[in-house]
């Protein structure tokens, strides 16, 4: 058995000694082996949509960074494991997975596509807010990155990729308005006190949300001028469509006979064409109020409801 046990142990040895890369003592890197680095690209680095508090609090943000390889042979970036920061408070944070390929000496574009949200931090939504009257946003992306070269996987330490400011790049855009003409109705409070009830769709294509509000809004029917009325403040977010109600009071006696005439015949079941006209404002909390262009209006048929 002992000569057994000898005999296995010296063709280990043997096969130890056959085995690749054996007869390497030690390797050494002939130069130093440099981490993909990061430079930010302004022009693809801003704030893509911004709902205000009470219309979402939340903030989507894209920054664009140059990634280059400084290293004498090719590297393929494989992960980056980042935080966010708007000024100096961590916001987020994330993982990119990525097979981003590149060649020695050259670079390659990547974007961050960031989304969080702000509500409870009053002072951090005042400055983002500020990007939207031109005073820049600070940010940072802090994290660690994983790439490999033809022979080697690496993982660097946590460090600063990308800091800078950015402003936002859209303009508030104007709701597309409609009348919801199956919600709207006309109907007597009690027995003597006619309402209008005009029920409006607003669409917001734009990448800002904001409050939809109006002043003295004039109510027509049938072509007569019937009443006035505000609009409350509405809360309209980026790239979604909120429900207005607007209820309108007319005063009977006010009336011209031929207004008297489409009030009853719309209060009688008959469709009625209603339209409302007036100046709408968008307001962006905390930035500025804009002016909803005069060419709004809003037009449709309305009767009592008869079920």
Same mark, same amino acid.
């Given at each position: 058995?002992?000569?057994?046990?000898?005999?296995?142990?010296?063709?280990?040895?043997?096969?130890?000694?056959?085995?690749?890369?054996?007869?390497?003592?030690?390797?050494?890197?002939?130069?130093?082996?440099?981490?993909?680095?990061?430079?930010?690209?302004?022009?693809?680095?801003?704030?893509?949509?911004?709902?205000?508090?009470?219309?979402?609090?939340?903030?989507?943000?894209?920054?664009?960074?140059?990634?280059?390889?400084?290293?004498?042979?090719?590297?393929?970036?494989?992960?980056?494991?980042?935080?966010?920061?708007?000024?100096?408070?961590?916001?987020?944070?994330?993982?990119?997975?990525?097979?981003?390929?590149?060649?020695?000496?050259?670079?390659?574009?990547?974007?961050?596509?960031?989304?969080?949200?702000? %509500?409870? &931090?009053?002072?951090?939504?005042?400055? $983002?807010? +500020?990007?939207? !009257?031109?005073?820049? #946003? /600070?940010?940072?992306?802090?994290?660690?990155?994983?790439?490999?070269?033809?022979?080697?996987?690496?993982?660097?330490?946590?460090?600063?990729?990308?800091?800078?400011?950015?402003?936002?790049?859209?303009?508030?855009?104007?709701?597309?308005?409609?009348?919801?003409?199956?919600?709207?109705?006309?109907?007597?409070?009690?027995?003597?006190?006619?309402?209008?009830?005009?029920?409006?769709?607003?669409?917001?294509?734009?990448?800002?949300?904001?409050?939809?509000?109006?002043?003295?809004?004039?109510?027509?029917?049938?072509?007569?001028?019937?009443?006035?009325?505000?609009?409350?403040?509405?809360?309209?977010?980026?790239?979604?469509?909120? %429900?207005? &109600?607007?209820?309108?009071?007319?005063? $009977?006696? +006010?009336?011209? !006979?031929?207004?008297? #005439? /489409?009030?009853?015949?719309?209060?009688?079941?008959?469709?009625?064409?209603?339209?409302?006209?007036?100046?709408?404002?968008?307001?962006?909390?905390?930035?500025?109020?804009?002016?909803?262009?005069?060419?709004?209006?809003?037009?449709?048929?309305?009767?009592?409801?008869?079920?």
């Amino acid at each position: 058995m002992a000569r057994l046990g000898l005999i296995a142990l010296l063709a280990a040895l043997l096969l130890a000694a056959c085995a690749p890369g054996t007869d390497i003592e030690s390797a050494e890197p002939l130069s130093t082996i440099l981490p993909p680095s990061f430079i930010l690209v302004p022009g693809l680095t801003s704030i893509e949509r911004f709902d205000p508090p009470g219309t979402g609090g939340g903030l989507e943000m894209v920054i664009g960074a140059q990634v280059a390889n400084a290293n004498a042979f090719p590297v393929r970036l494989t992960q980056i494991d980042y935080r966010i920061f708007l000024e100096n408070r961590q916001v987020g944070r994330g993982v990119v997975d990525t097979e981003l390929f590149l060649e020695a000496d050259a670079a390659s574009v990547l974007t961050f596509d960031i989304a969080t949200d702000l %509500r409870g &931090d009053t002072d951090l939504l005042r400055k $983002v807010v +500020g990007a939207f !009257a031109d005073v820049p #946003l /600070a940010f940072r992306i802090d994290g660690t990155l994983d790439f490999s070269s033809l022979s080697y996987g690496f993982t660097t330490r946590r460090r600063v990729l990308l800091e800078g400011a950015m402003l936002a790049r859209q303009t508030v855009t104007a709701p597309s308005l409609r009348l919801d003409e199956q919600a709207s109705e006309v109907y007597l409070l009690g027995t003597d006190v006619p309402v209008v009830r005009a029920v409006v769709t607003a669409d917001n294509p734009g990448d800002i949300g904001y409050f939809l509000y109006g002043k003295d809004l004039e109510l027509s029917l049938g072509g007569e001028l019937l009443a006035l009325e505000d609009m409350l403040p509405v809360p309209v977010p980026a790239g979604a469509a909120s %429900r207005i &109600d607007i209820l309108f009071y007319p005063q $009977v006696e +006010g009336l011209s !006979a031929a207004g008297r #005439l /489409a009030l009853e015949a719309a209060l009688q079941g008959i469709p009625t064409q209603l339209e409302i006209g007036g100046e709408l404002f968008m307001d962006v909390l905390g930035v500025d109020t804009f002016s909803v262009p005069d060419s709004w209006d809003v037009v449709g048929f309305v009767d009592a409801d008869q079920r």
